[in-house]
T-cell receptor, first 114, second 121 residues
């Protein structure tokens, strides 16, 4: 079975500060990992994905995440927060390449303080 | 890129009525689509896997007679909430992925629709 744990349902950062959203996963096979962003009343947009290639994955909007097998983690970071980054972020895991069943974490709401 | 369209975006209905939500893959064919439900301030929970030309596969705890899924073509899946009640009010999101192509399994990722917010009065 696969699962994802996101630490911190709410994270607040100042504009320009580092963004760090934590995600730990559990999977019985080498996982595919994803970060999605959701703006209010909208669907999910893919930020980035890990598919067993490079462990440091760069995504859209300046976000990146690093896959650490020893820590079973896939934390999302961005060097400098922007007001437009305020949204809900979901970490997700799939044992099927991401084109099949995906299991989501509970989500982390990011607040950016001006 | 792959685009998934959902309709309607918002729907309000009376208790006891049925509501149909459509999910379309606009520029690709999808043999499989997925329906998720999201309660306020919670994550997405997979409800069912919709398979073109066959019966949907429901997750444990999801009433198949309550949430009817039809995947009649390679670009359209519908979710019908039958005899809706206020507790069915939620945000319903569908997703789909193009069929496997060059690049392997990791090259394909689910694309999500914008969601449909259902409010049952």
């Amino acid at each position: 079975a696969q699962s994802v744990t996101q630490l911190g349902s709410h994270v607040s950062v100042s504009e320009g500060a580092l963004v760090l959203l934590r995600c730990n996963y559990s999977s019985s096979v080498p996982p595919y990992l994803f970060w999605y962003v959701q703006y209010p009343n909208q669907g999910l947009q893919l930020l980035l994905k890990y598919t067993s290639a490079a462990t440091l994955v760069k995504g859209i909007n300046g976000f990146e995440a690093e896959f650490k097998k020893s820590e079973t983690s896939f934390h999302l970071t961005k060097p400098s927060a922007h007001m437009s980054d305020a949204a809900e972020y979901f970490c997700a895991v799939s044992e099927w390449g991401g084109y099949q069943k995906v299991t989501f974490g509970i989500g982390t709401k990011l607040q950016v303080i001006p | 890129g792959a685009v998934v369209s959902q309709h309607p975006s918002w729907v309000i209905c009376k208790s006891g009525t049925s509501v149909k939500i459509e999910c379309r893959s606009l520029d690709f064919q999808a043999t499989t689509m997925f329906w998720y439900r999201q309660f306020p301030k919670q994550s997405l929970m997979l409800m069912a896997t919709s398979n073109e030309g066959s019966k949907a596969t429901y997750e444990q705890g999801v009433e198949k007679d309550k949430f009817l899924i039809n995947h009649a073509s390679l670009t359209l899946s519908t979710l019908t909430v039958t005899s809706a009640h206020p507790e069915d009010s939620s945000f319903y999101i569908c997703s789909a992925s193009p069929s496997l192509r060059a690049g392997g399994a990791g090259a394909n990722v689910l694309t999500f629709g914008a969601g449909s917010r259902l409010t049952v009065l």
